[in-house]
Structures are given as C-alpha cells and as structure tokens.
C-alpha cells in the first residue's frame, strides 16, 4: 500500500487518506484465513524483529506445500496508529510457548484470533505429509518445470500464432 490508503487489515474507524471519516469494513484475518483455506505453513512475523522473520521466511520456502507468510512492516510515514514502538510492546512469539503446538489446527485457529495488548508472531501452523500441488497433478510430474520442456506444438503453429498476436 502507499500514500496512506485504508487496507484490507484496517482497523473499523481507522482514519487514512482513502477514508478520511474512517474505515467502515471489518478487517480481514489473514492468519486465519490461511488456514481454513488449507494453507500447511502459516506463520506471521514483524520487520522489527528481523532475524525471526528471516527465519520464518527460510521455514516457509522450504516447506512443500502451500505457505502463507504474514508481515507486519508499519509505514513509518503514514501509519500513525500501528507504529514500531505500537507492535514491539505487543508481539510474542509462539515459540517461546512450550505449551504450543504448530501441528494443532484448533490451536493455530484460536492463536489466529488474538489481537490487542498480545498479538502472536511465529508459526501458527506447519502440516506435513499433504500432497503437494505438484505431486497431485500429473502434467507437472512428468519431468520437471514446464519452463524447461520442449514445446509439443510443431514450431509453424506457434509461429503463426504469434504473428497473428502482433
């Protein structure tokens, strides 16, 4: 987003350029929008805490199957009301909850929820042993990247197609 508009994770009354009486939508939950979408890595991390969400980063590209990552990166120039200093007094790590499990889908929902004086940074949810897109469509299986494949359509047809585009 720039130059101040309301986003999609507004606050209700939150004032920006775009709305200047306020915003009038219900924010949206991306973190638990993720996973009752069937996402098998979410996790949200906070610019200001930079080697977790590095970390975070490097858990959800290495994951097979769909990750959702959320960042919480305030605009230093517009955002007045979720500032650095706003988040850095309210963000905990789920990590550092011996008691959380990333595997418990009715906990990573409830932790999805928290927002106010605690808001949960970390992994929400880490499901393994799914499917992957990849594994479940065979077209993508049968050697590798489409990019890298030879064309199966004769050179003559993709050249007239092309020239008709133009």
Known sequence: MTTGQTSPTSAVGMKTKSAPHGNV??????????????ATFVARGFSGEQRHLTELIKQ??????????????????????????????????????PAYD???????????????????????LQKTGQPTLEEC???????GPLVHRELRIPEDVVKGFITELM
């Open 137 to 143: 469509e065979p077209v993508l299986d049968e050697g």
């Open 60 to 97: 959800g590209i290495q994951h097979k199957g769909f990750a959702f990552i959320d960042v919480f990166s305030p605009c230093v120039t517009y955002n007045h009301d979720n500032t650095y200093p706003w988040f850095k007094q309210r963000v905990k790590k789920l990590e550092d909850d």
């Open 102 to 124: 990333p595997t418990n889908f009715m906990m990573a929902m409830e932790k999805s929820q928290l927002w106010g004086d605690v808001i949960p940074i970390g992994k929400f």
């Open 25 to 38: 939508e219900p924010p949206i939950n991306p973190i638990a929008l993720a996973i009752a979408a069937g």
